[in-house]
């Protein structure tokens, strides 16, 4: 029978504050263990948490990027279960009103665009870390528990199940992602933990016409990379799709995504909202916005992704050139800097894109982090565009900006690489070429247009490649008509 793919995600987001979201531990990743811990974080009887505003403003921010409604009054719950990593055996999230619902992100999938709806998104605390001794767990000698991540602030984002393959969730989660860096609200790194996801994945028979919700459901957690989350699901809807083609029935579950095997694997039977008891934390009032804030917050955000998309495609580049710049803020705040010194957008952007990426790649650095800034790269891009030097030197004369870090005017002084021009220079070159290669010309008269091209080689080897390959084309030109008897 055949199966539609239906693909929901759920993706916990840290947001890059000082300290955690209810004490003044500091939020960062790679210490000691249990050094960044106090009282509040480590659950001692008695204290008390204080809701840290920097996460509200960072949470608050990501809400508005990914067109949520924003509700100025929410709460905070009790989200209860047991486990070692959790010291109060409950965890301080959002159940029934989140800050944030409604929302979408755009994806293209298959050529067309597509909207991906956001059901909600909440804040809550993250748990600690177990730390097994040993090769595996199954083989583990004990457990060590690390709380220097307990209370640090996380945003779950919900999708609702609108993806219908492995690839839209990969897409979706990749501009999840690029929206996300543009704010600066988290680190998004997958492999450290600092962004994770879970996905949903069911099989909806094409004859069903019940509710998503009450499809049985498998929900694979805390997959490590973008690339894996597309393994996992890709892998999930085999494993089911046998499974019901063998007559057997899907049991709802969660379970984990073994990288090496690329495999799912069963952990445990998936617990309901009710098992969780929530209730209203009775230690933190109702989370109350103020409108004038959150305008002026909505106001100072950045220019996103699909604005820049516009932008872009305004300016001329093809969707291709667009893609590869808008998955990097970095990229777009060198471009926007540099764009701001010249109207050569179609240049820059090829520079950028082309010998730009090629040296900053090689040492492992991002555009944020270039030797050679906007203002350099355009003054560069000047010389060409005035004839002072040709695109092949420029390209050597960049290199040397990454190795030396003087400026285009100071290498070309250095280098000798001006450009020649001048005609009365040139012309003297192009005689002698021509006194020394008389079986060429004669190809030349004879039609055959390739002998202009080695011609033109003689020239610029004798001027060591400084001879502007336009002005030479037209001085043998011109000396070659006139030379015909
Ligand atoms: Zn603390």
């Not at 070429?433 to 190809?443: P, Q």
Request: with cysteine.
């Amino acid at each position: 029978m055949p199966y539609q793919v239906v693909v929901g995600l759920e993706v916990h987001v840290e947001l890059k504050t000082k300290t955690k979201l209810f004490c003044q531990c500091a939020n960062a990743f790679g210490s000691e263990p249990n050094t960044h811990t106090c009282p509040v974080c480590l659950a001692m009887p008695g204290a008390l948490p204080v809701l840290n505003q920097a996460a509200v403003e960072l949470a608050v921010k990501a809400g508005i990027a990914l067109q949520c409604t924003i509700h100025c009054h929410s709460k905070f719950d009790r989200k209860q279960y047991f486990y070692p990593d959790l010291p109060k055996a409950y965890q301080i999230s959002q159940y029934d009103l989140p800050f944030a619902e409604w929302g979408h992100v755009n994806i293209v999938a298959d050529g067309q665009r597509k909207q991906v709806r956001i059901r909600r998104i909440h804040m809550e605390e993250d748990a600690g870390k177990l730390n097994h001794l040993g090769q595996s767990l199954e083989q583990s000698e004990g457990s060590l528990v690390d709380l220097n991540r307990a209370g640090v602030p996380l945003i779950e984002i919900v999708s609702e199940p609108d993806m219908t393959s492995a690839d839209e969730a990969r897409r979706y989660l990749t501009e999840l992602r690029a929206v996300l860096s543009y704010l600066d609200v988290s680190d998004l790194r997958m492999e450290e933990g600092s962004m994770r996801c879970d996905a949903n994945v069911s099989l909806k028979p094409e004859d069903y016409t019940g509710s998503l919700e009450d499809l049985p459901r498998v929900e694979v957690k805390n997959v490590n990379s973008i690339r894996n989350v597309g393994r996992a699901i890709e892998y999930e809807i085999e494993r089911q799709s046998e499974r019901l083609a063998q007559g057997q029935r899907i049991i709802k579950e969660t379970r984990g995504f073994d990288d090496a095997r690329g495999r799912t694997y069963s952990q445990r039977s998936k617990e309901e909202a009710n098992d969780y008891r929530y209730f209203p934390e009775p230690d933190l009032p109702p989370l109350v916005l103020d409108s004038s804030w959150l305008a002026r917050l909505q106001a100072a955000l950045p220019m996103l992704p699909d604005a820049w998309r516009e932008r872009l495609e305004s300016l001329g580049l093809s969707a291709n050139e667009i893609e590869v710049l808008v998955q990097d803020p970095s990229q777009i705040q060198f471009l926007q800097e540099a764009m701001e010194m010249t109207t050569e957008v179609r240049a820059l952007t090829r520079w950028m894109l082309a010998d730009m990426l090629r040296l900053l790649n090689e040492r492992g650095l991002s555009f944020a982090q270039s030797p050679v800034r906007p203002a350099q790269l355009v003054e560069l891009l000047n010389f060409i565009a005035d004839g002072r030097i040709s695109g092949r030197m420029a390209k050597e004369i960049l290199e040397n900006m990454f190795v030396s870090g003087e400026s285009a005017g100071q290498l070309v002084d250095r280098l000798g690489m001006a450009q020649i021009s001048d005609d009365a220079v040139l012309r003297g070159q192009v005689a002698e070429v021509i006194a020394e290669h008389g079986k060429v010309v004669d190809d030349y008269h004879s039609g055959k247009e390739r002998a202009l091209g080695f011609l033109v080689g003689q020239v610029m080897k004798r001027t060591r490649g400084q001879a502007s390959p336009e002005v030479v084309n037209r001085l043998l030109k011109e000396a070659l008509g006139s030379s015909v008897s």
